[in-house]
Each structure stands twice: as C-alpha cells, then as structure tokens.
C-alpha cells in the first residue's frame, strides 16, 4: 500500500475529441489533451465524508465504487473540494477529466493501490465509448486508440504523438448551451444510428478513418508537417462527423458550430473541427502569434475564446 497524505492536489487539463472510427464498440478514435480549461481538485482527511456544493453527484458513486473496491464499508473520511472545472457539455471532456481526477485522488489520499484501467473503468466509469480522455489524463499527448471486436475494457493506446510545442490550439464556445449532448441523450444517438443502412455505410466509414489516421494525420504529425497535419485532421473531423449525420443534422452539430466553423476557414483557417458532440470548436494555429491574431478577429462577448497549449504530460499530482 502506498503511503497516505493528508492532502491531495490532482490537476488535469482537457480533451479535444477529433472523432470517433466507428457508431458501435470498439469505437476507437483520435483526440489530444490541451492545458486549458483545467480542472483542479483537491481532497483532504477529515472528520467525515464531505463534498463541494454542486459536485456531490459526481462524487458520491465514485467514492462507493471506490469502497466497493477496496472493501471499506463506510465512504471514507474525506473532503472533496473543485477548485476548478471546465464546463460541462462543450466538448471538452470535463466530464471524464473530473471524475478521474476524484477517483486518482481517492487512491493517492488513502495509499490503495489499483492499476490506471481498474481506476478508469471501475471506479471512475470513464472510457466506455472513447479511450482518449482516460489515457490523455495519465499520458497527455495527441492519442489514437483503437480495440479489437472482442475487446470489453478500455482500448489501448495503439500510438501516442508529442506534437511540436510552439502549435497551439483555438478553442471556441458559445458562453451559453441550450441543448446538450450527454447521458440518456447520446445514447440514443447511438442507438439510432444502428439500423442496418447506416451500419453499413459505417462500416465502410470505419476503413477510411482508419487508413486517414495511419496514413496521413500520424506522418504528418511525426514529420512536424503543420499544413499537412491540420488539413487531416480537418479532413478526417468532417468524415467522421458524417457517421454521425443522421442524429445531428450534418458532419456537425447544429446551426451555430456549423455556420462557425464555415467562417473560420473562410477566414482563412484550417485544421478547423468539432469536438466530439460539440458546441465547442477548435482550429489548429503553428504558432502563438497565428492563434492571438485569429482570437482577436472572432472575439465576441457570446463566445469563449481561449488559446490552448497541446498538454505533454498526464495529470499532476501534488502532496502534502
């Protein structure tokens, strides 16, 4: 067992999804870590059980899980506060990125020891569909995972990238969301995008994404071939998004990401995609200077602008 704390700081950045392979299991995709929006939680030994206003939901079915886990028969005596979080339903992965930062802070506060996958999968929840946003937190880096047909845990990583550090990242959000992609809601997505038709045109999808992964996005990558490498990655957002035409109207979701992304690259923009469902949108930028200059030309007083940096290292963890 390892040595317990008596306080525990676990900090995350977020996770752009840049699209799925596939509507049914394994799934498999591509996606990187960014350093902003963080999310910061720290946890600390107390009297009893404690949880930040607004986040008990989260926590609480962790932490059973977790004493499920380890044979404790009472929630631990543990205070839970969010010192920061990225919003929710932006595409940003927060979701995952907050319960795996509760989940690491539990075992790094009480000593049990797991494995990351045990953490993951059983006491966090996280990775049923995408891998990405679990193995961005232990990893970082821009990750493609993929599994086999019969593979019923989470997908390895079948190749992580270090991407050059003077690229950046423009992420951009409207500043409020009035209909989410999330829970009961995705999974009927899901669920109508399995009619025979559309899993065969799914299927002939999945090669495509695949063989654009292997053949252009990663040696592009390798290579530090920016225009290359962004204009895949455009390419194959617009292609997966296309799996998902039927439940969200087009390669992307909705009027707003779609009008958005359409000015950006009239703009002159490229590596331009949704994240995930969306709202949230991203645009590769080579270099800082690049990425300020196109903020400055879409800011806006209903929009969230932020300039990104590719996270190269998993979650931090700090003791005390």
């Known amino acids: 067992m390892m040595r317990a704390a008596k306080r525990i700081r676990i900090e995350t950045g977020a996770r752009l999804h840049f699209g799925l392979l596939d509507t049914s299991p394994p799934f498999g ?32 079915p962790i932490a059973k899980r977790f004493c499920q886990a380890t044979g404790q028969a009472a929630l631990p005596a543990v205070a839970i506060d969010v010192v920061k979080a990225a919003p929710p339903h932006r595409g940003f992965g927060s979701g995952t990125q907050l319960s795996l930062a509760i989940a690491e802070g539990l075992r790094q506060l009480t000593g049990q020891e797991m494995t990351d996958e045990t953490l993951a999968v059983q006491i966090a929840d996280r990775g049923k569909r995408s891998a990405v946003g679990v193995h961005g937190f232990f990893n970082g880096g821009m990750i493609f995972e993929t599994g086999d047909d019969d593979h019923q845990t989470l997908n390895p990583i079948r190749q992580r990238v270090e991407l050059p550090e003077r690229w950046r990242l423009l992420t951009l959000s409207p500043t409020t969301v009035a209909e989410t992609v999330s829970g009961n809601h995705e999974s009927d997505h899901f669920d109508r995008l399995q009619s025979e038709p559309l899993r065969s045109a799914a299927n002939r999808l999945r090669d495509e994404l695949r063989r654009h992964i292997l053949d252009d996005i990663l040696p592009a990558a390798q290579a530090r071939r ?16 296309m799996l998902f035409a039927k439940a969200q109207g087009g390669p992307y979701n909705g009027r707003w990401v779609t009008e958005l992304i359409a000015s950006l690259q009239n703009a002159g923009a490229i590596g331009v995609g949704q994240s995930s469902w969306g709202p949230g949108v991203f645009v590769w930028c080579e270099d800082e200077s690049s990425a300020q200059g196109l903020a400055e030309q879409f800011a806006s007083p209903t929009m969230n602008i932020q300039i990104a940096r590719i996270k190269r290292t998993g979650r931090t963890v700090s003791r005390a």
Not at 43 to 52: D, F, I, K, P
Not at 226 to 241: D, L, Q, V
């Open 29 to 60: 995709g591509l996606g990187a870590m960014i350093d902003r929006p963080a999310t910061v939680v720290e946890l600390s030994a107390a009297e009893q059980w404690t949880v930040a206003s607004g986040y008990q939901q989260r926590a609480c």
């Open 226 to 241: 920016f225009t290359e490498f962004a204009r895949a990655i455009e390419s194959y957002n617009h292609a997966s998004g």
